[in-house]
């Protein structure tokens, strides 16, 4: 349950915690929201106004309303009507136009002018949107003068679209956005504004762009800071997103140009299939050559066309067209866990699309009746159009993900994976078997008259989507009842299950047996502990090994063939021996080289016998929380937050991520996303936690929460286990939001710290801080620099900048911890170089050429 552990007491004699505030809801942060947008409702109500009053409301807009109100080349610059460039913005088309305008006022221009308030709301909507309108339409009007082919297409259109404001204004507003929210919706923005202006291509989509870019740039303008320009470093998880959205909104594409009829786009074919009179076979066998007819005597211009289209004809091919959209929809919806499958098949998507792109014109040519060899300039234009759409996108889509790889590395189990394969192959052959049998006994009822070969070249034409292969030969349509009904069912019925194989094969994060070891993992912890540091055993990418009676266990990964562990082994305190034994024997009969990190002291001297070496890789600092007393002058610092803290309302809640509402997850990301964009170095594991850590059921935060309900920071407490009892917590996760309290981590840390006296806990762990060391007593002497401090210096000096370690631990000595040395015990000094390109790797696993080149440095001296 939620702990609301509210105001805290007299921080002098640290009186327990009175419950006194709460989070927000979501619906209390919408409600909010509204209050906070007069002029986004106002802009939907005239909208509804201006619809009434122009009789948009009822139908389309009228000759006498678009030649009066509308921008466009006619009336703006030719007609000198120059108010349509701001009537335009504020008047809908027709219905439709007006439903998405009143919703897009209220949620989009809402955003906006919650970010940046009223008056540079309605600057940027009246700013963007008249650029967007008056550069658009001026660039069409020079373009028709020069002849080029977009602007003498589009220059007798007449526009009226509120969204180009909308879009405008949004876009302006990113700049005061937290970067989490700016990238996020800068990306899906331009991307859906890209994939109208590729696959439908009219002048309102144009003029969004337009008014998109200038958005963009009268942002930084508002907010006077150029840096809102530039491109910042996301996490992996948002990574994911980004990638997801765009791959998802690609997808939308052929929607577009399928609902507008566009000419020549990828799936201009599809638009032919909704025409208002079907084609009947009757009519096309008269005209074609009859019953008798072959495929060669079918083969004119005019029968091809005929053909392609009527063996397109039916609700299985129009299913069967949308194939590509579901399946760049599922692997968007995999990208988005991080799915490796999801990667390939998107790329695979893709690609067939390129591969695709030469029959794909000639089904688009084909069935539009446009001669291939005599294009116009206007006809040039649509064909630039076409390859742009065709190749240019899933080129750059396909470079998008060759590059991001790395954060797609989720792996279904093997055995998964070939459940997959059977299912999906032994689907096709059943499938196609049963066509082609039934097309085999069927043949002399194909029509033009088909032969074998025409049968089987036809089962696989089943499979593929109409708009990829219609014209290609053999086109050949069944006569029997059974053998159509077939042709029509199984290219749908085979994706149907493809589709379902590949969610559930991207559902499955592991394997029975890796379920059955985490589990045994997380009961040993309870059991054991596994010290203060214990519970990152749990945390993906480690592996676990069990001790031969099964009583103990060793969580460790490999990289570059050294095993290096997660700090103590789990195991009762007289095995401890036994199992660094067993595991150093697993490790070598695997050819593998041990390496304990960031155990403590007291596993030593099981080192000792063993005759290996052993280091210090940092320092741990403990609160022992058990009659803590926040008193004295050691205190003052931690007590002077807590006081501060009192005055400016703050609460704290203890919780965990499944309690939390939306609204407040919504904001932890966000405070996170802000954290790993200020960083020169990408986010790092091995040790230190991320979001994905923060979801387990075990984990608890402790947040802040200002009078405003806003959240201001936020930890994570990992549970130390002993006898199946928690006795104290370990400190991970640490964000705080921008414009937060000053001192506000030392408030939550002591509030932390007085809920886990109260409830019985007798330690909090402030963890490790890597890579640092305590100072030196007086009079002691630093010992001699060895090939491995080397590296573990260099890292320090590497990631101090970014990661702050050594300001981390000269922050957690407010806390009056005692201090106790984390080591990394190792078999081999000649294996120091393997193995800190194994620590290396583990902190940095992407280390830049510069960064390598000074580690090979260092290993070298």
Known sequence: MTETTGRVGDAENTEDLEPSGRLRSTAEALGGFIRRVPFSIAVAVLLVVTALVTGTFFGAASDETATTWAAGVITTVDGRQWWTVATALVIPFDPFQLVFGVLAALVLLGVAERRMGTWRTIVAFLVTGAIGVAVGTLLQWVGSLAGEWWATGTAADLTLDPLTGIVGALMTATAFMGRLWRRRIRVVTIAFILVFVLYDGDSSNAYRLVAAIAGYLLGAVLTRDASTLSAKRSSHRETRTLVAAVVAVTAVGPIVALVNRSELTPFAFGSYLFADEPLELAAVMATCGGEAATAAAAASESCTAQLALLSAQGFGMFLLSFVPVLLLLVAAWGLRHGRRFARWLAIAVNAAILLFARTAYDVTVTTADVDDGTWTVFDLGELVVWAVAVLALPIGIIVMLVVTRRHFQIRAPREAFARFAVVVVGTFVVLAGAYLVAGLATVGEYWPAATGWDVLLDTFKRFVPPHFLAVVDPIVLPGHDVTSFLAQAVGPVFWAVFIAASIRLMSRTGSAAKTADDARLRELLHRNGGGTLGFMATWPGNVAWFSDDGDSAVAYRVINGVAITMSDPICAAGNRGRVIREFAAFCDANSWVPVFYSVHPQYLPVFDELGWQHMSVGEETLVRTTGLELAGKPWQKVRQALNRGIKEGMTTVWTSWDELPLATLAEIEAISEEWVAEKELPEMGFTLGGIEELKDPEVRLMLAVGPDGRLQAVTSWLPVHRDGSVIGWTIDFM????????????????????????????????????????????????????????????????????????????????FNPDYETISMAYPDPLALPTIGLAIGKAYLPEVSPAEAVALVKTLTK
């Open 735 to 814: 964000r705080r939001a921008d414009g937060s309290m000053n001192g506000i981590m030392e408030f939550l840390i002591a509030s932390a710290a007085l809920h886990m006296k109260d409830t019985g806990a007798e330690v909090l762990s402030l963890s490790g801080a890597p890579l640092a060391t305590k100072p030196l007593e007086p009079g002691e002497t630093p010992p001699e620099p060895t090939v491995m401090t080397r590296l573990l210096d260099f890292l320090a000096s590497t990631l101090e900048p970014a990661y702050g370690f050594s300001s981390l631990f000269r922050f957690k000595a407010k």
